[in-house]
């Protein structure tokens, strides 16, 4: 039996709510969620037009600094952080 309530952090993805962590509740359990965001900002930029020239920015470097394909090939943990 989980005590609760408990913490579960969790990321929106395609319209669903991925935990990040374990999670010992039973499959199909409705829980009810209250959202406290951790890291979303709003843009600095809000000009479309000045939005799309940073992007275009952003793809030329991109392109211009490929990824060796010798490059260390990193696993699921190492590319997110587990608490």
């Known amino acids: ?3 609760l309530p408990i913490r579960i952090r969790a990321i929106f993805q395609e319209g669903k709510f991925i935990p ?3 999670c010992e509740l039973p499959e199909a359990a409705e829980v009810q ?3 406290e ?3 979303i900002t709003p843009p600095l930029v809000t000009d479309p037009a000045e939005r799309q020239r940073i992007l275009k920015e ?3 470097r991109m392109k211009a600094n490929p990824i060796p394909a010798n490059a260390p090939k990193f696993t699921r943990d190492e590319l997110h ?3």
């Open 33 to 35: 969620l209250s959202v």
């Open 1 to 3: 039996m989980v005590a």
């Open 37 to 39: 965001p951790s890291n």
């Open 20 to 22: 990040q962590e374990p």
């Open 58 to 60: 952003v793809v030329e």
């Open 81 to 83: 952080e587990r608490r």
